[in-house]
Every structure is written in structure tokens, then in C-alpha cells.
């Protein structure tokens, strides 16, 4: 019998279908608010897995909306009493349960001072909504695992459809809607993970890194892992790696590489043969088959998602190997020590 963890880890087609039929016209309503403001910035407020999903929507709304995003700094709103400046931008506050207090507060802050104000959780009822002018409920139903997974993808694709809306793109609402059948195949595709988490099993530290769209991949990824299975996860963008913690790269460092779609970042190409020479195990989610063949432990991903969505397919298949090397390490993702399922910072 699968666990609460797997369990929603495979709900997570039905549940992206669900937004998608039911969500459109919230955001929508969304797009047409930003198009009439025309906020000259983005600041996103958001915690954990929502603050992974925010590094998505750095880049997403960047590339298909020109829009500058910055994440917020919500210590500066609480324990500081000290806000920036929010005149003519966008706030949006990402949150599964809508009810941590220092991102209720940077959306309350927003409001006050004239800023266009989002809400993005699946609890429409909860403060963060309460306090925003305009939301999208993520209609993930109950998660009850304490790790998320079907929150976290359908925070990527409540931020991919307001980018559609916000660009009037029909053609991107299509790639949207052919989403959820793209995530069944991954999920259900899903090769290696066996062997990836019998790689990992033994370390004690490893560094998953990705690059523009997928650095959101690779945060969630490692986060997913070390909530899970206390496995010291590190993620990096490529680029970044290659500024100092190279010098890491030795026979006890596996390394986790994370890219799709016609982007595969030439650094990436390089860090693989740099692993590989160093004796660091490595492993491969992509698409590409020439990355994959170098890898160890390659995982394929299936699906064929466009580039600006990959994000979802693939956090898909690094959830289910944060699932195998739980296995592999005898630990239940279920009961996760130490940690509940709502957080509340302030």
C-alpha cells in the first residue's frame, strides 16, 4: 500500500487538471489587474517548497512576460519594521497553507501602499487571501503528507497560467492544458530510480545543480531529499558551482544534474566530465542523451514537455528518487522528524 507521500506524488496529473479546468478564469482576472496596473516589478513573498516555486517564477515571468522579480525579504516587514518600497509593483504571496505570518505580512504591506496584491494558496479562506486583492486557489485538495509535492506543482502551474493570462497567449494555454497527460507519462516512465537511489544511499552530502528555469528543479529537488531522508543536499546553479565549490568534486560527492529542452547550458556539458574525472558519482535527470550517457546513474525524463514547463515533469521524477532512497535508507518520508505540516515564521 503506497504511503501519503507516494500517494500524492501520483495524484498530481488529476490534480493539475483540476486547476486548470476550474482556475482559468481567476487567472484571468489576475492578468487583466496586471495588464491595467503595468507594475514595473515583481516581489514574490513565500517560504520553503513555495519559495522554490517563486525561483520559477523569477525566471518564467521574466522570459515570457519581461517582468523584473525579485524575491522578498520578509524579515525586513516583521522583525525589522523596516518595508521597502512596493510603489507600482506587483506583490504576490505564494503559499500552500496561506497562513505564515511574514508573508501575510509583506502582502499586507503591499496593499497599504498601493500595490496590486496576489494570493496565491490552497486555502482561499486563509489569511494570505484574505489580505491579498485578487486570488488563485491551487484546488490541490487536503495534502496531508508532511513533504510537498502536489502543492508545489500546482503553485508552477497557477504561476505558468497567470503568465498566459498576463501575455494573452492562446498558444500557451494549450501547453498548459497538455500538461497533465506530459506528467503521467514522467511519472509513470520513471527508469533508474532504483538504481540513482542505491548511489546515494550511502552519502552523507550531495550538490544538485541546475540553470534558469530548472534551478527552482534543483532547490526543490534537494530540499525534497533532505527533508525525507537527511541526506545533506545542496543545490547550486551551474554557473555558481563553477564560481568556488568545484573545488568540493571529489570520490564521495555524488552530484545531481538537472536540465531539459533545448537549452542544455554548455557548463553543464563541462561539470559532468569535471564529476566524472574527479571519481564524484554522477547522476542525470534530462532529456538530453547526450548528458544522460554520461551519467552513472542516468534518469530519463519522459513527457516531452515544452522548456518552460519541464520544471513541473521534472520535479516529478526527483520526487519520486527522494521516495527510492528513502527506501534504500529505511526511513519513512511519511514521518519526516522534526518538522510539521504548516510552519510558521515570522
Not at 492544458?177 to 503521467?184: D, E, G, S
Not at 548528458?291 to 519520486?320: H, I, Y
Amino acid at each position: 500500500m503506497a504511503g501519503l507521500f507516494e500517494s500524492e506524488i501520483r495524484e498530481q496529473p488529476d490534480t493539475l487538471r483540476r486547476l486548470l479546468e476550474e482556475g482559468r478564469g481567476e487567472a484571468e482576472r489576475i492578468g487583466a489587474a496586471v495588464q491595467n496596473a503595468a507594475p514595473r516589478f515583481v516581489v514574490l513573498a513565500a517560504r520553503g517548497s513555495s519559495d522554490n516555486a517563486a525561483r520559477y517564477a523569477q525566471y518564467l515571468l521574466g522570459l515570457e512576460n519581461r517582468l523584473s522579480v525579485a524575491l522578498a525579504t520578509p524579515s525586513l516587514f516583521t522583525h525589522y519594521a523596516s518595508p521597502p518600497s512596493l510603489a507600482g509593483s506587483l506583490v504576490m504571496g505564494v503559499s500552500q497553507s496561506g497562513q505564515s505570518p511574514d508573508v501575510v505580512e509583506v502582502v499586507r504591506e503591499g496593499r497599504r501602499q498601493g500595490a496590486l496584491t496576489v494570493a496565491l494558496s490552497n486555502d482561499p479562506a486563509s489569511p494570505l487571501c484574505e489580505a491579498a486583492e485578487l486570488r488563485l486557489s491551487l484546488r490541490a485538495g487536503t495534502e496531508r503528507a508532511v513533504a510537498a509535492t502536489k502543492t508545489y506543482t500546482a503553485q508552477l502551474v497557477a504561476l505558468g497560467m497567470v503568465s498566459a493570462a498576463v501575455a494573452r497567449r492562446e498558444e500557451l494555454w494549450r501547453e498548459l492544458l497538455a500538461l497533465p497527460a506530459q506528467l503521467q507519462e514522467a511519472i509513470g516512465g520513471g527508469r533508474g530510480l532504483e538504481a540513482a537511489a542505491r548511489t546515494l544511499a550511502p552519502a552523507s552530502r550531495l550538490v544538485v545543480m541546475g540553470r534558469g528555469l530548472h534551478l527552482a528543479t534543483a532547490f526543490e529537488v534537494a530540499l525534497k531529499i533532505k527533508e525525507t531522508s537527511y541526506l545533506t543536499a545542496e543545490p547550486y546553479s551551474s554557473a555558481d558551482f563553477l564560481h568556488g565549490p568545484v573545488a568540493m568534486l571529489d570520490p564521495e560527492l555524488p552530484v545531481l544534474l538537472v536540465s531539459s529542452g533545448p537549452r542544455p547550458f554548455a557548463e553543464l556539458r563541462d561539470l559532468a566530465k569535471r564529476a566524472k574525472a574527479a571519481g564524484s558519482p554522477l547522476l542525470v535527470l534530462s532529456d538530453d542523451e547526450g548528458l544522460l550517457a554520461e551519467a552513472d546513474a542516468p534518469l530519463p525524463l519522459l513527457g516531452g514537455a515544452p522548456e518552460w514547463l519541464a520544471p513541473v515533469t521534472a520535479v516529478a521524477l526527483g520526487q519520486l528518487l527522494a521516495l527510492e532512497l528513502c527506501r534504500a535508507r529505511g526511513v519513512d518520508p511519511d514521518a519526516p522528524r522534526g518538522l510539521r505540516k504548516v510552519t510558521l515564521t515570522r
